[in-house]
């Protein structure tokens, strides 16, 4: 049986990585960011550019084709806020929950609770660039709800659910509708006429 191709995941976030590696299962091998690398500086305006600029770093430094998504999570009473700024809302040093908070303060009183979450995935190397979009609509809880998942997941309720949050559900729920597990569906849909070992760059 043949091993399936390998690539490198940018993320240095260990959750963002177990959703990848789930998702992907079986159909690439996805290794981890190299210890040492040094941090990427995501000063792009927007998702792909710092995709890009993530996925490009660690190809280099690796050597191999490099998996990278941005995320963000677009709050239409916001203005779209917080964005390209979701994982860094409250600060650059920022958790999970104190950007939570922030996004619960601000939407206080709020009545139009409508978001859309918005992954960009990106693969650099090898063959050269592939990128892929996935979206997910819904809106954001009053309160955090749900022990699962990571970021803004407790609060994001996906429209194409039962009401729960992305939190509340399992993991293979959540990657059924989720905007990164469409994001990387897509990218495989992108690539299946040369299949995925384009993927395989050494």
Known sequence: MTSPPVIVAATAN???LSEIREILDG???VLPRPPGLPDV??????LVGNARLKANAVAIATGRSALADDTGLEVAALGGAP???????????????ENVTLLLHRMRGVTDRSACFHTVVIVAGGSGEVISHGLCEGTIATEPRGGGG???????V?????????AEMSAGEKHGMSH???ALRGLLELVAGDGVERFDGR
């Open 14 to 16: 260990p959750a963002k």
């Open 180 to 182: 990164r597990g469409r």
């Open 27 to 29: 159909i690439l091998e």
């Open 41 to 46: 500086s995501e000063d792009a305006p927007d």
């Open 158 to 166: 996906p429209a194409e659910g039962d009401g729960r949050t992305f």
């Open 150 to 156: 990571f970021g803004y997941d407790p609060v994001f």
């Open 83 to 97: 964005g390209v700024r979701s994982a860094r809302y409250a600060g650059d040093d920022a958790t999970d929950a």
